[in-house]
């Protein structure tokens, strides 16, 4: 619904300022263009070892955290708990997913992108079969350019916020709210090759008074290089601080600071519109979990 407001908003003005043109000068040419309209489809695969919660970069790699917490929530009965009964000690067992995330994304200027969508997942542990692929969240999020640097000395800043919710088939569900910010030092004119740093905010709401996920926060650098033929290469190395989870009086998900580091590939085209990407994020949780990501945008409008 925020989605659909904002585009509405949008077109409207587009429109207005057709028509006032067109009172002002009949022979002049019309100069605003539709802004860019694609799916952003992103088709994860995830990794997560025994006894670990990995948030990782950006967020909906959550799901495979949210994953793991609903299958050690399956070993006990939440349902009939009022209170914080003594249990032994529980353990989660590694898991993989598969997923895809499909978000209808407005990029409503050089600087401002809206963004709304969904996503399904297929899981298996060391203890269980595939499960059936199911629509598991939906989300919704946007990112500005706070300030851009345009040849100045000042980095560009980026700030991107998303707000996801799980659609849960056990009593786990949960909100999270995502906030990345983001400086970009640009060596050059053309902006293909320059330095990156930044820090990422998670905090998770479980809906359920007895299980808790703190806070998970990622600081990083980075640089990036676009060649000539319009692939670029982006590395971002940091460190991910997570505050551990509870589950009733356990705390099964230990807190923990490791590195993190994330590669993406992006083929662009000439007007820094990604054609497709594939990202590789390696956490220590603090064993390895490891993410791939293929993108694929699907473009309605392209300019």
Not at 208 to 215: E, Q, R, V
Not at 221 to 233: I, S
Not at 260 to 278: A, K, P, T
């Given at each position: 619904?925020?989605?659909?407001?904002?585009?509405?908003?949008?077109?409207?003005?587009?429109?207005?300022?057709?028509?006032?043109?067109?009172?002002?000068?009949?022979?002049?040419?019309?100069?605003?263009?539709?802004?860019?309209?694609?799916?952003?489809?992103?088709?994860?695969?995830?990794?997560?070892?025994?006894?670990?919660?990995?948030?990782?970069?950006?967020?909906?790699?959550?799901f495979s955290a949210l994953t793991t917490l609903r299958t050690l929530a399956s070993l006990t009965d939440?349902?009939?708990?009022?209170?914080?009964?003594?249990?032994?000690?529980?353990?989660?067992?590694?898991?993989?997913?598969?997923?895809?995330?499909?978000?209808?994304?407005?990029?409503?200027?050089?600087?401002?992108?809206?963004?709304?969508?969904?996503?399904?997942?297929?899981?298996?542990?060391?203890?269980?079969?595939?499960?059936?692929?199911?629509?598991?969240?939906?989300?919704?999020?946007?990112?500005?350019?706070?300030?851009?640097?345009?040849?100045?000395?000042?980095?560009?800043?980026?700030?991107?916020?998303?707000?996801?919710?799980?659609?849960?088939?056990?009593?786990?569900?949960?909100?999270?709210?995502?906030?990345?910010?983001?400086?970009?030092?640009?060596?050059?004119?053309?902006?293909?090759?320059?330095?990156?740093?930044?820090?990422?905010?998670?905090?998770?709401?479980?809906?359920?008074?007895?299980?808790?996920?703190?806070?998970?926060?990622?600081?990083?650098?980075?640089?990036?290089?676009?060649?000539?033929?319009?692939?670029?290469?982006?590395?971002?190395?940091?460190?991910?601080?997570?505050?551990?989870?509870?589950?009733?009086?356990?705390?099964?998900?230990?807190?923990?600071?490791?590195?993190?580091?994330?590669?993406?590939?992006?083929?662009?085209?000439?007007?820094?519109?990604?054609?497709?990407?594939?990202?590789?994020?390696?956490?220590?949780?603090?064993?390895?979990?490891?993410?791939?990501?293929?993108?694929?945008?699907?473009?309605?409008?392209?300019?």
């Amino acid at each position: 619904m925020a989605l659909a407001g904002l585009l509405s908003l949008y077109f409207s003005g587009l429109a207005l300022g057709k028509d006032k043109d067109d009172g002002d000068d009949e022979s002049a040419t019309p100069t605003s263009t539709l802004p860019n309209i694609y799916l952003d489809l992103r088709t994860n695969y995830a990794t997560v070892p025994a006894n670990a919660l990995s948030i990782g970069f950006s967020n909906p790699s959550l799901f495979s955290a949210l994953t793991t917490l609903r299958t050690l929530a399956s070993l006990t009965d939440l349902t009939n708990l009022t209170t914080r009964p003594t249990l032994p000690a529980l353990s989660s067992p590694s898991s993989q997913s598969v997923g895809i995330d499909v978000p209808l994304t407005v990029d409503l200027n050089d600087s401002v992108s809206v963004y709304g969508g969904f996503s399904g997942t297929a899981s298996r542990t060391s203890m269980s079969d595939w499960s059936a692929f199911t629509i598991s969240s939906w989300n919704v999020g946007l990112q500005a350019d706070v300030y851009q640097q345009n040849g100045g000395s000042i980095p560009t800043i980026t700030l991107q916020s998303t707000v996801t919710r799980s659609i849960p088939d056990a009593p786990l569900a949960t909100t999270s709210l995502n906030t990345i910010l983001e400086f970009d030092y640009a060596l050059n004119e053309d902006e293909t090759r320059g330095f990156l740093a930044g820090v990422q905010y998670t905090r998770v709401a479980v809906d359920f008074a007895l299980a808790k996920i703190n806070p998970n926060i990622v600081g990083y650098v980075g640089g990036y290089y676009q060649w000539d033929n319009n692939w670029k290469l982006t590395g971002r190395f940091g460190v991910q601080s997570f505050g551990g989870a509870q589950l009733l009086n356990l705390t099964p998900f230990q807190p923990f600071t490791q590195p993190i580091v994330r590669l993406d590939l992006d083929r662009m085209d000439d007007n820094d519109n990604r054609l497709f990407g594939v990202t590789a994020q390696i956490a220590w949780v603090p064993k390895p979990s490891y993410q791939l990501t293929f993108r694929t945008p699907l473009y309605a409008v392209r300019n």
